[in-house]
């Protein structure tokens, strides 16, 4: 991959795992990358990463994106620097082993895994279609099944029921919290969002589509293992993509010629895929894009 000079991308946790890897192609291909992290060590040893001779094709803006506010913030901040954006890869994200929620009240996957990715596609909506972007949301598939354990039986997709909620705080409730479930629902609402978006972004050239990287070795699948298979860790991290495989999908998907104008589409690894029927419903993606604009509107 070259040729990317004088590109700006934003890649969403760039700090760990795939987002590294497609921060550091990004930079090698010649583009300008900027990020938004949280922990400034971690932002240090991005730096060291990417080197001292593409330190100026590096811009860290800190932030923690599961609070509105600093989303907010890092938005405004990138909009006022960068005329135009190329490349928007929603990419940070975690599975949360049990019901936490964000300084904004929100359970923490609907707060991280969907609105993050949500208030960057709108709150960047200007300089996204100034530069006609690709837009990447790194999902998962585990919205069309949300076993952790394949063994037998079919596959059971996330829900989605947006009947009678006011609010995104009331999803993921902790009556009948499943943690895996919750993960799930929330990159289905993204991909749902997106579906939405991209219609909507559509005549300013600006495309929107979604990944599953594949499964892959980094610090979420510490805590995707099913605790029964825990000791098993490190065998099981060899049977796994690296992270630079995984950073492939969304890699292809945000810069291949060969995609130009393909929008609102899901892509497992290679291929394009389908996902659960409820994410097609317009009036399902119309309500969840009422409630999601307002959460960032107070
Ligand atoms: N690994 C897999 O098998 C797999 C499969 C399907 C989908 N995915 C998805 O792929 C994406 C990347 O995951 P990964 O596997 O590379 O995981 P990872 O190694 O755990 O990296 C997650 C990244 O997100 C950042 N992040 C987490 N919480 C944040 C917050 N509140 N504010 C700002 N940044 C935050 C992390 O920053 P810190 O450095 O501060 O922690 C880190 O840079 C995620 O969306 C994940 O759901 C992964």
Not at 35 to 54: K, Q, W
Not at 65 to 86: C, F, G, N
Not at 201 to 219: R, S, Y
């Amino acid at each position: 991959m070259t040729g990317l000079s004088p590109r700006t991308a934003v890649v969403t946790g760039a700090t760990g795992g795939m987002g590294k890897m497609i921060a550091a192609a990004l930079i090698d291909a010649g583009a300008r990358v900027v990020t938004i992290a949280r922990d400034p060590a971690r932002a240090d040893a991005l730096r060291a990463h990417v080197g001292p001779d593409n330190q100026h094709r590096l811009d860290i803006i800190p932030g923690d994106l599961s609070r509105r506010d600093d989303l907010r913030t890092a938005a405004q901040v990138i909009e006022d620097r960068y005329e135009q954006i190329h490349i928007l890869v929603n990419n940070a994200g975690a599975h949360f082993p049990d019901r936490r929620t964000s300084a904004d009240g929100v359970e923490m996957h609907i707060a991280l895994d969907y609105l993050a990715a949500y208030g960057l596609m709108t709150r960047l909506g200007a300089p996204l279609r100034r530069g006609r972007a690709r837009v990447v949301n790194v999902a998962s598939d585990t919205l069309n099944d949300t076993r952790q354990l394949k063994l037998a039986g079919k596959p059971r997709p996330a829900t989605l029921d947006l009947t009678g909620v006011d609010d995104l705080a009331a999803l993921n409730p902790p009556d009948g919290f499943v943690p895996f479930e919750a993960y799930a629902r929330a990159k289905l609402m993204t991909v749902t969002a997106g579906y939405a978006l991209a219609r909507s972004f559509t005549p300013d050239g600006v495309t929107v589509n979604a990944v599953h990287p594949g499964i892959v070795a980094t610090d979420i699948i510490d805590d995707l293992v099913p605790a029964l298979l825990r000791p098993f860790g490190t065998l099981i991290r060899r049977t796994m993509l690296t992270p630079t495989d995984g950073a492939a999908t969304a890699l292809r998907i945000a810069t291949d010629p060969a995609l130009e104008g393909v929008t609102g589409q899901y892509f497992n690894q290679g291929l394009a895929a389908t996902t659960p029927p409820i994410s097609h419903d317009v009036a399902m993606q119309e309500r969840l894009l009422a409630l999601s604009e307002s959460h960032f509107a107070t």
